[in-house]
């Protein structure tokens, strides 16, 4: 049985690690246990399995891996404007399914392609981007 940490189960389940650890501390995550100071956190089906709670609103956390890939790609417009404001806005669009995130460097940690498609653009209307699959985990940084 393959078996994760806390990072990677929150990026898993898209929220972030302080929520992984206080499920953790609830004793919430179906067969986790301690190693040392290192949570071991066992996938069931590809997926990190929560013992959802009695009482209050249902969890927001993902139950399935995400379906369509993430895409990265860099908003020229920013660029410009950094550029002409002499300013340091991130610039770099990490698209994932649901949420998008601007920042200033990405760590690709796994398979990706780069597709150029001036035809058939995305929604945001890049027609030039890096495709990641969903499984590869994504590290983005912002620098202040």
């Known amino acids: 049985m393959l078996v994760i940490g806390t990072t990677e189960a929150a990026y ?28 071991k ?13 009695t009482r209050g609103p249902k969890g927001r956390w993902r139950h399935r891996l995400q379906a369509r890939p993430t895409y990265i790609h860099v908003n020229k417009h920013i660029i410009d404007s950094n550029r002409n404001r002499r300013e340091n806005q991130p610039v770099i669009k990490v698209d994932r399914a649901k949420h998008s995130k601007y920042c200033h460097e ?9 597709v150029y498609r001036p035809h058939q ?22 620098y202040g």
């Not at 929220?15 to 040392?36: F, H, M, P, S, T």
């Not at 997926?47 to 709670?53: C, E, L, N, S």
């Not at 890049?126 to 912002?142: G, Y």
């Open 106 to 114: 990405v760590e690709i940690t796994g398979p990706c392609r780069v």
């Open 12 to 39: 898993m389940l898209g929220i972030n690690c302080q929520r992984v650890r206080q499920l953790l501390a609830e004793r919430r995550v179906k067969g986790a246990y301690k190693d040392g100071r290192e949570w």
């Open 41 to 53: 956190i066992p996938l069931y089906k590809k997926m990190v399995d929560i013992i959802p709670g």
């Open 121 to 142: 653009p995305l929604c945001s209307g890049a027609v030039l981007w890096i495709e990641v699959e969903q499984s590869t985990r994504v590290i983005t940084k912002l």
